[in-house]
């Protein structure tokens, strides 16, 4: 017998409790996704609209999402047009747009509703199909496209779908353009909207892998040729775990056939085998235990989030977080290809790439969570350009890169650091360590009543940066240290004298009080969250005990 499922919540919650056996309910949640007509508050975070599938994520709230974005490029916005590099919705239409999705379940048949809608508007457009993000980046520059439409939710889990807007320059969209598609589909919800699906015509498509190639090539912050002779002629294992995402394919386009590549979780699985396919030291486990099996001279891994904006390393003797390899990159960039500039950083990332920086006279530049936010340094125009931009959340992008996060480009850079260095990463890294300093960067944080979430929390948490100004004295653990520096630009982080630091932030989405630390001894951690946690419990009026 059948069981009824009273809403895409309850039937989602009995796939993912066992993905093998109740596979067969995706059917049941296609059904939800197209006959589901309520409508969904949407809200473009960090990196675009999410949503459950058949919940929020529904084909007539995708509609309404994708009119809110027509209307908004009709209205011919001077402050929207020149946020997205365009002059008038008439050159829009000309250049088009590209329009593609992850392996997500449904993703052709909701790109297909965006086009179909375009299309009516008479906007030209290309369908990469299963695309990573970055494809989607060089893609808009290469066939100089108006803007691209990725109907990804990235690492989210299975049950999730979403919606990233990338303008003409191929970054994400700053606020000039989600706060307006924000208001205009919202107010189309508010109406209850319920729009009729347009059947697309003719698809045009592209090879948006060979742009990606084309785009790496013209750009020379990589050198291919050097890291495809590497692979030829070294002795050397590399491992790619793609956790059945768009990424698969690709890595043997870009670098040829080799038996000394490896590929896992390559093939179709829109349940992802029921994990958060997420780039996280435990779903790396597949890799590392692959890498130490090798008796290989040069080892690396890899393992790259479902839409390749996200990455993590590894080369068998330890796994190698974005918290060393951003830093490992401006090192790289800086002292062995010679690019000068400045380096962007989220402000919760180590301070190992601060040390860096501080020795070799390069600026450091420390921006809100968000990829976002290092916009003004990815630029070309831009006055400060920067040599590399990450974040601690697994997001890279380089010198003359795209302005989004791409994970194919730090798999290629890993290569080529090798290539160069004849080393393998942790070798690398532990170079850097002697020279700079160490440096032990971790996050935790605590759940709070429901009732904080949003503005209330912030205030309480405000006063935090009140208590402990420049120069304040406080314990850790059994050493005294001082606060050498506060900054305030996303949460407080307070900077201590040792180089150690803590930053304490509360969760946009959820009921959390985030912790970022950084210790200089792998046995300091400890004291420093516990501080942190403090903290936070006296902020918010919570017992200690």
């Given amino acids: 017998m059948v069981q009824a499922y009273k809403d895409a919540v309850h039937c989602w919650k009995a796939i993912m409790s066992d993905v093998s056996k109740n596979r067969a309910l995706l059917t049941t949640i296609e059904k939800f996704a197209r006959e589901n007509i309520k409508p969904s508050e949407v809200v473009f975070g960090t990196s675009g609209w999410r949503g459950e599938i058949g919940t929020d994520f529904t084909f007539n709230n995708v509609r309404v999402v994708t009119s809110a974005i027509i209307e908004m490029l009709k209205s011919n916005d001077s402050v929207v047009m020149e946020a997205m590099g365009v002059s008038n919705f008439n050159e829009i239409k000309k250049r088009g747009i590209i329009v593609g999705h992850d392996n997500r379940f449904l993703g052709h048949d909701f790109a297909m509703e965006v086009i179909g809608l375009l299309q009516k508007e ?22 100089k496209a108006a ?71 013209e750009r020379k912050t990589l050198n291919l040729m050097r890291i495809r002779d590497f ?12 956790v059945h995402g768009s990424t698969r394919g690709r890595i043997e386009k870009i670098l040829g056939k080799s038996s000394k590549i490896k590929y896992f979780r390559t093939e179709d699985d829109l349940l992802f085998g029921g994990i958060a396919p997420e780039p996280s030291e435990k779903n790396m486990k597949k ?54 500039g400045i380096v962007a950083k989220s402000v919760g990332t180590s301070n190992l790439v601060n040390a860096i920086a501080e020795k070799l006279g390069i600026p450091v530049k420390e921006t809100k969570v968000g990829f976002k936010n290092f916009r003004p340094y990815m ?100 050493k005294n240290r001082t606060v050498k520096d506060v900054i305030t630009v996303d949460g407080t982080k ?26 200089r001894t792998k046995n300091g951690k400890r004291a420093v969250f516990e501080l942190a946690e403090k903290m936070t419990r006296e902020a918010l009026g919570m017992d200690n005990s």
């Avoid at 457009?125 to 066939?143: C, K, N």
Wanted: contains cysteine.
């Fill in 494 to 519: 307070l900077v201590f004298n040792d180089g150690s630091w803590l930053m304490i932030r509360p969760s946009g989405t959820e009921p959390k009080v985030r912790f970022y630390i950084e210790a």
């Fill in 231 to 242: 692979i030829d002629r070294e002795d050397c294992i590399i491992c790619v775990d793609n």
């Fill in 379 to 478: 630029l070309k125009t831009s006055d400060e350009r920067a040599i590399v931009a990450f974040e601690e959340s697994d997001g890279i992008s380089a010198y003359n890169h795209t302005l989004e996060k791409d994970a194919i480009f730090g798999m290629l850079l890993a290569i080529e650091m090798m290539a160069v260095t004849g080393k393998n990463l942790s070798e690398y890294l532990k170079d850097i360590m002697d020279e700079f300093g160490y440096y032990y960067p971790d996050r935790s944080g605590i759940s709070v009543d429901r009732t904080f979430v949003g503005e209330p929390l912030k205030k309480k948490l405000s006063v935090i940066k009140q208590r402990f100004k420049k120069g304040t004295k406080v314990k850790i653990g059994e």
């Fill in 147 to 217: 803007c691209s439409f990725n109907l990804t939710p990235s690492h989210n889990p299975a049950n999730f779908a979403g919606f990233k807007f990338n303008p003409s320059d191929g970054g994400p969209a700053g606020p000039e353009i989600t706060t307006k598609i924000e208001k205009i589909a919202n107010r189309m919800m508010a109406e209850s909207i319920v729009l009729n699906p347009i059947n697309p015509g003719n698809v045009e498509k592209a090879d948006f892998t060979r742009l990606y190639v084309e785009f790496i090539k």
């Fill in 287 to 340: 890799v590392v235990n692959a890498l130490k099996r090798s008796s290989a001279g040069f080892r690396l891994g890899v393992i790259m989030d479902p839409d390749g904006d996200r990455i993590r390393h590894a080369d068998g003797s330890m796994q190698i977080p974005m918290n060393y390899f951003g830093a490992m990159a401006l090192h790289f960039l800086h002292v062995h290809k010679n690019i000068s």
């Fill in 122 to 143: 008479g906007i030209r457009t290309w369908y990469a199909g299963e695309a990573p993000t970055p494809e989607f980046s060089t893609g808009i520059e290469m066939l």
